[in-house]
């Protein structure tokens, strides 16, 4: 197989690893690099790039950031590069028809589920929050619709316990990237026949909101501790505590389930090795806590400076 042209499309930290996959593959000669304006970020809104500009720039690829994909003068950039492949991934826009019709092998998208399952924006932190013995990424062929494309191919990884969706995200870019560069020259060969997404079995992923993270102690103590992994480190699961005024956001870094018996919120104990918060059956040890605008802290080191009792209450909303 000659050197493919590809124009890579890519925004996210999650889209870093298969840029700089094709980046090194011999296979590949990335030819452009297309990914969001720099955007106001801090304090002091300074513009800020994203995090494969950063890469695209230290490989010394060209960078373009149009305002939208739909844009015409890209569109017409996109056309003069003469692309024989276009690879998204993470780039935060769809696509219209022209771009997808623009290379010769159209363009290929890698998504961090076991498509058609989670299609959207959030695969990877509901994919945990559903309590999924595994997920993996696909490889697709883009077409019009949210992440409906024929399947390329796929791959598998178990969610470990120790999971949280930052360690997921970082073990499936990795897996992402190495499934695309193994498929890009048997596709391009036609040794790969893509293959329609089954009917059955599609679920949708919406985008993360920071409401997600608000911890209703009524749920079962396994379903919450899927849902503080999940939504780790954004945007946390949090709470509160009923005494105070006003009401202050704790969150929840780190926890495990316990068998223990309870109301739901209510404080069974609090010590060195834990604050157990009754739940809809079992209870959650909570392991490390942070106090808005406060460190991270270990039970221990919180109850020194805020000490709870055993019939003290945490509540799901202000």
């Known amino acids: 197989m000659t050197s493919l042209r590809i124009i890579f ?3 996210a930290q999650l889209s870093c690893a298969s840029l700089e996959k094709l980046a090194e593959d011999k296979n590949c000669s990335v030819i452009a690099v297309a990914t969001q304006p720099d955007k106001p970020k801090g304090r002091e809104l300074k513009l800020t790039p994203s995090p494969v500009k950063i890469l695209a720039e230290k ?5 373009l950031q149009p305002l939208k ?4 003068k890209f569109i017409s950039e996109l056309r003069e590069l003469k692309p024989d492949l276009i690879v998204v991934v993470a780039y935060g826009q769809i696509l219209p028809q022209t771009i997808l019709d623009l290379p010769k092998f ?3 998208n890698v998504h961090t589920s076991l498509l058609p399952k989670y299609r959207g924006a959030a695969p990877i932190q509901w994919a945990i929050a559903d309590g999924e013995p ?3 990424v696909t490889i697709m062929k883009m077409d019009a619709g949210l992440d409906t494309g024929p399947i390329l191919s796929a791959r598998r990884t178990p969610i470990l316990p120790t999971d949280d969706s930052q360690i997921l995200h970082d073990r ?4 992402g990237a190495e499934l695309l560069v193994e498929t890009i020259p048997n596709y391009v060969d036609g040794k790969i026949s893509p293959q329609w997404q089954p009917a059955e079995g599609s679920s949708y992923a919406a985008k ?15 379903k919450i501790l899927n849902r503080l992994r999940a939504f780790t480190p954004w945007p946390g699961a949090f709470t509160f505590l009923q005494a105070e005024t006003p009401l202050q956001l704790l969150k929840i870094w780190k926890a495990e389930v316990v068998e223990k018996s309870g109301t739901a919120g209510e404080i069974l104990s609090a010590d060195k090795t ?3 918060v009754g739940c809809d059956g079992n209870a959650l040890r909570i392991l490390e806590l942070q106090r808005e605008g406060g460190r991270r802290l270990t039970p221990e080191q919180f109850l020194i400076g805020h000490p709870l009792k055993s019939g003290q209450k945490f509540v799901s909303a202000v």
């Open 9 to 11: 499309m890519g925004t």
């Open 59 to 63: 490989l010394n690829l060209r960078v």
């Open 69 to 72: 994909a739909r844009d015409e």
């Open 106 to 108: 159209g363009c290929l």
């Open 134 to 136: 595994e997920t993996g």
């Open 172 to 175: 499936l870019a990795q897996l």
């Open 208 to 222: 993360i909101k920071k409401e997600d993270g608000k911890i209703d102690w009524n749920e079962p103590a396994e």
């Open 274 to 276: 834990g604050i157990v």
